[in-house]
């Protein structure tokens, strides 16, 4: 049976989602504030967290944040206000979803269960979760394919993506932008070096605070590229 951890002040709301819960077979734990909440979060063995933000003690961002650093478990963040629902995005806390109040408990029901199976998924097949690669203010999480910057999620497309992590991974070596474009685009891409180009441009403006004085992607001029740490 899942155990599911309700972090939830409003005893109404908690009751309800308890219910629902319970009705679909899981065990259900409460806990009204955010100290107690975060504690059995993180001393206790559960398979999801259903996290409100606006609590006494502690708000959901706060236990969002402690409890990524221990734990892979999906998190369900709920709040009041739509214009929270960004803030959770834009601070790239790692929660897995957002869902306003009022909600249906047959849908926070079914998120539960997708979030669930996905979450079992993963864990079944292996792949290591959320491994990360961590360099100053750049975190670069290459389970969930995201990347932040101090704290704010930044968009990624693939390609991009998969360049930032190549050289990230094989720091302070310098590739050419032949040696990139054939490892990031493999030979039979449409496209020319010139691609690595834009692409590292793209990058650096999205990680870099001065573009024109890179901290993370080096210009080795007449060489190509570095990654330095
Ligand atoms: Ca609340």
Redesign the pocket.
Known sequence: MNKILII???EAIADLEKDYLELSDFSVKVCPDGETGLKSALSEDFDLVIL????PGMDGFEICRRLREEKDIPVLMVSAKKDDIDKIRGLGLGADDYITKPFSPSELVARVKAHLSRYERLVGSGAKLNEVIEIRGLKIDKTARRVSVDGVEKNFTTKEFDLLTFLAENPNHVYSKEELFRKIWNMDSVGDIATVTVHIKKIREKIEADTSNPQYIETIWGVGYRFRV
């Open positions: 939830e002040d409003e409100d933000l606006m609590l």
